[in-house]
């Protein structure tokens, strides 16, 4: 999983700012999301990230699993991200 090349990003306080320099678009994710992209940037594995969204929001593992996985298939859909 990686950022698509015409993605830029930048973390202020507790978002991120995602920019698709091919449509000219701002996205702000916050939260769970925020966290997710962070640890995907940061070349965890899923199920690291799984397993830290449980710890940090007390989440069960499914839930977590389901949420992560529908996170990175839009993202993946929008060409944010790619596998």
Known sequence: MKVSSHISWQKILFNVYI??????SIIRIDDIAADIWLM???KKHITDIVRKICEEYEVEYREALEDVNNF??????????ER
């Open 72 to 81: 990175i298939d839009d993202m993946v859909s929008k060409r944010y991200l």
């Open 19 to 24: 920019i698709d320099e091919e449509n000219d």
């Open 40 to 42: 995907i940037n940061n």
